[in-house]
T-cell receptor, first 115, second 112 residues
Framework: AQSVTQPDIHITVSEGASLELRCNYSYGATPYLFWYVQSPGQGLQLLLKYFSGDTLVQGIKGFEAEFKRSQSSFNLRKPSVHWSDAAEYFCAVGSNAGNNRKLIWGLGTSLAVNP | DADVTQTPRNRITKTGKRIMLECSQTKGHDRMYWYRQDPGLGLRLIYYSFDVKDINKGEISDGYSVSRQAQAKFSLSLESAIPNQTALYFC???????????FGEGSRLTVL
């Protein structure tokens, strides 16, 4: 079955610390992979995406993610977290046909940042 | 102004009432979507439309209907609201197949 797992429901880090949010997927076809962020009271915003090519992708707000096919993972990283990064983070996977109606979403990881 | 605008942002209603959530966009995108977000259940697709004459059911369309009035407008209706439709609803658009989704700020609906 196709699925996306974000193992960590909630993470707390100190401001300035590094961050890694995990995303594992199960998908039969070549995946398109996305990370979205939802700030409090806001809609979701795309952080970054992987379609093909370099497996380390750079996104907005200083985030990056690495696609590891052998591990079926697409973990999100940031070297130094800012208080404004406190938000909900969602990983999603779609087919290489790129049809958004077939996007499979993870349940999200809530990030809290301590001053 | 936001590229994807949802109205109302918050609504409290009673069981059995008809509710319409409206979405308008200035992105010029053909593709529009309605999602529902519930704690612990993530985002689930209700309906999607790839152009004005194309309407498709998502994974949880029962109890909902939609109308694509124009390229820029996509409305979600609950004909007879029930408490388990209490949720945060998002409209989204995308411009190309597999492209980025642009979300509105959400409409929080409470059905008493």
């Amino acid at each position: 079955a196709q699925s996306v797992t974000q193992p960590d429901i909630h993470i707390t880090v100190s401001e300035g610390a590094s961050l890694e949010l995990r995303c594992n997927y199960s998908y039969g076809a070549t995946p398109y992979l996305f990370w979205y962020v939802q700030s409090p009271g806001q809609g979701l915003q795309l952080l970054l995406k992987y379609f093909s090519g370099d497996t380390l992708v750079q996104g907005i707000k200083g985030f990056e993610a690495e696609f590891k096919r052998s591990q079926s993972s697409f973990n999100l990283r940031k070297p130094s977290v800012h208080w404004s990064d406190a938000a909900e983070y969602f990983c999603a996977v779609g087919s290489n046909a790129g049809n958004n109606r077939k996007l499979i979403w993870g349940l999200g990881t809530s990030l809290a940042v301590n001053p | 102004d936001a590229d994807v605008t949802q109205t109302p942002r918050n609504r409290i209603t009673k069981t059995g009432k008809r509710i319409m959530l409206e979405c308008s966009q200035t992105k010029g995108h053909d593709r529009m979507y309605w999602y529902r977000q519930d704690p612990g259940l993530g985002l689930r697709l209700i309906y999607y439309s790839f152009d004005v004459k194309d309407i498709n059911k998502g994974e949880i369309s029962d109890g909902y209907s939609v109308s694509r009035q124009a390229q820029a407008k996509f409305s979600l209706s609950l004909e007879s609201a029930i408490p388990n439709q209490t949720a945060l609803y998002f409209c989204a658009t995308s411009g190309v197949q597999g492209g980025e989704l642009f979300f509105g700020e959400g409409s929080r609906l409470t059905v008493l």
